[in-house]
């Protein structure tokens, strides 16, 4: 079992920037498989980023370039910075864990105002 817990989520206007962060148990968390999803009022949970246990990364279109999901192993730590902030990005924001199966934390409320 794996337990994570999202922060860092707020009300910010268009073009401004957020980090989230998302803080998770267990001692192997180097080698977790890391992600970053969001869904949008009215909408399904999507992929925004996620980031491998050699940092390779991957990342939405809708994100390239805007967006940069990170993991500090030394604190157990994931985050996810996000830059230029536009009204559509608008979401809860939920951090996944994949070890084993797929773990995930409750989330946090991002949203942006035109």
């Known amino acids: 079992q794996v337990h994570l817990v999202e922060s860092g989520g707020g009300l910010v206007q268009s073009g401004g920037s957020l980090r989230l962060s998302c803080e998770a148990s267990?001692?192997?968390?180097?080698?977790?498989?890391m992600g970053w999803y969001r869904q949008p009022p009215g909408n399904q949970r999507e992929l925004v980023a996620s980031?491998?246990?050699?940092?390779?990364?991957n990342y939405a279109d809708s994100v390239l370039g805007r967006f940069t999901i990170s993991r500090d192993n030394a604190k157990n730590t994931v985050y996810l910075q996000m830059n230029s902030l536009k009204p559509e990005d608008t979401a809860v924001y939920y951090c996944?864990?994949?070890?084993?199966?797929?773990?995930w934390g409750r989330g946090t409320q991002v949203t942006v105002s035109s």
């Open positions: 980031i491998t246990s050699d940092s390779s990364t």
């Open positions: 267990g001692r192997m968390f180097r080698y977790y498989i």
């Open positions: 996944k864990a994949r070890w084993y199966g797929d773990f």
